[in-house]
């Protein structure tokens, strides 16, 4: 069973293509500056600024690109994504404050930027290392029904 063309054929169109995996998961944060009164905090993040904090259930979706691996037909495996996102993301962040319960966060403001910007580094990395022939094309983190960040790789 052919997988891939064979060598010396080609496709008709050159195509860029690209595997995403849907990841769920529910955190909370709070957004403030200790250099701030509590009023100020509230006028800069509203009611981002309550002192207990606020949630959301984001949807994280992972975009991986490369070649057509031969043997298999696919870019890679989508269990290998699954289980890299899972232990390098998802575990850390599932029903955890970001602001206290996420050490790969500590220091910065768990702005959804901010989130999907350090997702994006954390997984770039592992799957960089664990799988050659592909690369993180982009994550697209989804706070809310309209309000979503994208990170997109930069051209090599």
């Given at each position: 069973m052919?997988?891939?063309?064979?060598?010396?054929?080609?496709y008709s169109v050159m195509a860029r293509l690209t595997l995403s995996v849907l990841f769920?998961?529910?955190?909370?944060h709070r957004l403030y500056r200790a250099d701030l009164s509590d009023a100020e905090n509230s006028n800069l993040f509203?009611?981002?600024?309550?002192?207990?904090?606020h949630g959301h259930n984001?949807?994280?979706e992972v975009r991986v690109g490369?070649?057509?691996?031969?043997?298999?037909?696919?870019?890679?495996d989508?269990?290998?994504?699954?289980?890299l996102v899972e232990s390098r993301v998802i575990n850390d962040v599932d029903h955890k404050d970001l602001n206290r319960d996420?050490?790969?966060?500590?220091?910065?403001?768990?702005?959804?930027e901010v989130l999907a910007r350090a997702i994006f580094d954390r997984i770039a990395e592992a799957v960089s290392t664990r799988v050659p022939n592909a690369y993180l094309d982009s994550i697209t983190l989804r706070e809310t029904r309209r309000i979503s960040v994208t990170v997109n790789r930069s051209a090599p």
């Open positions: 052919r997988t891939t063309l064979e060598r010396g054929e080609h769920e998961f529910s955190a909370s509203g009611k981002c600024a309550n002192k207990n904090g984001y949807v994280l490369g070649d057509i691996d031969p043997y298999t037909g696919m870019i890679l989508a269990s290998v994504l699954k289980e996420t050490p790969w966060l500590e220091g910065y403001m768990p702005t959804t």
